[in-house]
DNA sequence: TAGAGTAGTTTATAATATAAACTAGTTTTA
DNA sequence: TAAAACTAGTTTATATTATAAACTACTCTA
């Protein structure tokens, strides 16, 4: 009855991650800290997953001397996305059959 | 940008529970751990932290000599999936103004 | 009356999330 | 020019959560 959840975007902080870039295409990580509010420590734990799972590209570079972090969603990160609302508008939405 | 969503809520089983008391207003142990494919155990323990929130009421009583334990949404349980369900939808459908 | 089954609960462990502490630099400013 | 403050992160330790395994306490059946 209940499609499971995959549980890499069923975490408040990668979901948000996940929707940001969705909608922006490319993000650095300064951008990512300020949208979702998270520490910078949670946030780069959780890119980690996100990049280890393929759902998102990673690319080191420096801007203006200083390090800088460019996040991308994939085409895996955005086909595991449609699926897990998908999944979870199962929950949030019943039909009464059976 | 982001709002909270409710941690209790935000777990496949409990909010899995939830869907389920929302539609069906009543529900006994095994149904739910029919219904949810959960293992008894986590069923048991996922059912008190949804107690304890207050969103269900649980009722002990006895049908043809075995326990039966029934499960109720309450006012507040209601009023949290909605608010977690409202919540939710800005992850998962992004409005583009800032 | 022993074995299998029902309906759970408790407990131990694995997985996850998170913040605090740390690294490695750069930019003021005194 | 040296110390203090700031940027942009990472690593690590800890708290929280989820989960399954083991257990309790019966009942039914052969």
């Given amino acids: 009855m209940f499609k499971e959840l995959d549980p890499i975007l069923h975490s408040q902080l990668r979901l948000a991650v996940i929707s ?3 909608s ?5 990580f300064t951008f990512l800290k300020e949208k979702t509010g998270a520490t910078a ?7 980690q997953k996100l990049k280890e799972a393929g759902y ?4 080191k570079s420096f801007k203006d001397n200083f390090p800088l ?3 991308k969603i994939s085409k895996d990160g955005i ?6 609302v ?3 508008k ?4 019943i039909k009464k059959e059976n």
């Avoid at 922006?24 to 650095?28: L, N, R, T």
């Avoid at 998102?56 to 690319?59: L, S």
């Fill in 20 to 22: 940001l870039l969705i």
């Fill in 79 to 84: 086909a595991a996305f449609e699926a897990y």
């Fill in 86 to 88: 998908k999944n979870l």
């Fill in 24 to 28: 922006v295409k490319e993000a650095d």
């Fill in 56 to 59: 998102i590209e990673i690319e």
């Fill in 90 to 93: 199962q929950y949030i939405s």
């Fill in 69 to 71: 972090t460019t996040c």
């Fill in 41 to 47: 420590g949670n946030l780069s734990v959780q890119l």
